[in-house]
């Protein structure tokens, strides 16, 4: 599940979680990070882009090139200077926290080896997310992920005399279950979504498919109906223009489309039904 990731400036990954070895075999070669940084939201005026140099394997992630960049520029892992500010602690894309703008295109820092993500020139072009409100240059505030997913009752209360039998998945739908339980909250689906902006109510693709996921649980049926009016509402599963940008770039490979298809169905019948027995 997600956890809040702070800032970059305020937390230091774990340099043996560091991707940086991991395809160390390999001659090292100098790539240039072309980062696009601004001080903060309301400093538009500090907007630039810092060209850094880092020598390292064409296997290092994008996010362990950023990391040795800063070691060598600051000597040490402390966050002194002016080093660029980024986020994400993991390194194996559990946290969600380094997604941001790889060539132009959202995607995770740390899952993308540098070398891949190069132009013929050896430079990478990184960018925070345009969807989520800037904090300081590649890292931005998503908040709005936690908010988001709040529209929605994911959780609650057992509602009085609801059954409590059958309540045991199969083996074969937990496995299922607990693969589209894999969202980390990265925000990569907002990001590609066109319906999506920061003045948008469109509540994403990563909500559709959490209420999805919570109404195929057994333990979360009884909200069914709950989830599904909220998904009726004004941003809800209506707003979606089935453009199938989440879907492309899920680091989590959930399978967004489908998920937003099901509640889709799933509305028109609540709702077809809800007139029938008016
Ligand atoms: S659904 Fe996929 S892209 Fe969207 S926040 Fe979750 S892991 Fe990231
Ligand atoms: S550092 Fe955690 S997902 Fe990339």
Redesign the pocket.
């Known amino acids: 599940m997600a956890k809040s990731i702070p800032p970059q400036e305020q937390q230091e990954p774990s340099s043996t979680k560091a991707p940086a070895a991991a395809g160390s075999a390999a001659p090292e070669q100098e790539y240039t990070l072309a980062v696009q940084r601004q001080d903060a939201l309301e400093k538009p005026e500090t907007r630039r882009v810092d060209e850094l140099r880092v020598r390292c394997s064409p296997g290092t992630s994008v996010l362990g090139a950023l990391k040795l960049e800063r070691e060598a520029r600051d000597g040490s892992t402390s966050k002194s200077g002016g080093s660029v500010a980024w986020e994400g602690d993991c390194f194996d894309g559990s946290c969600?926290g380094c997604?941001m703008l790889i060539q132009g295109k959202v995607a995770l820092a740390c899952s993308v080896p540098v070398a891949k993500a190069a132009d013929k020139d050896q430079r990478v072009r990184l960018a925070p997310m345009r969807h989520f409100p800037l904090v300081r240059d590649l890292v931005v505030d998503r908040s709005r992920?936690q908010r988001l997913l709040s529209l929605v009752p994911l959780q609650g209360p057992r509602t009085a005399g609801a059954p409590v039998q059958s309540e045991t998945p199969s083996a074969i739908h937990a496995l299922e279950l607990a693969r589209l339980d894999?969202?980390?909250?990265?925000?990569?689906?907002?990001e590609?979504c066109p319906q999506y902006g920061v003045h948008s109510e469109f509540v994403?693709?990563?909500t559709l498919?959490e209420a999805h996921l919570r109404n195929s649980t057994p333990s979360g049926r009884h909200q069914r109906t709950e989830r599904l009016e909220a998904m009726m509402a004004p941003g809800g599963v209506n707003s979606c223009g089935k453009a199938q940008n989440?879907v492309e770039?899920?680091?989590?490979q959930?399978p967004?489309v489908d998920s937003i298809q099901s509640v889709a169905r799933a509305t028109t019948k609540h709702m077809l039904l809800g007139w029938l027995f008016k």
């Open positions: 969600g997604s992920v894999q969202c980390n909250r990265c925000g990569a689906c907002l590609a994403g693709a990563l498919h989440c770039v899920c680091p989590a959930l967004l």
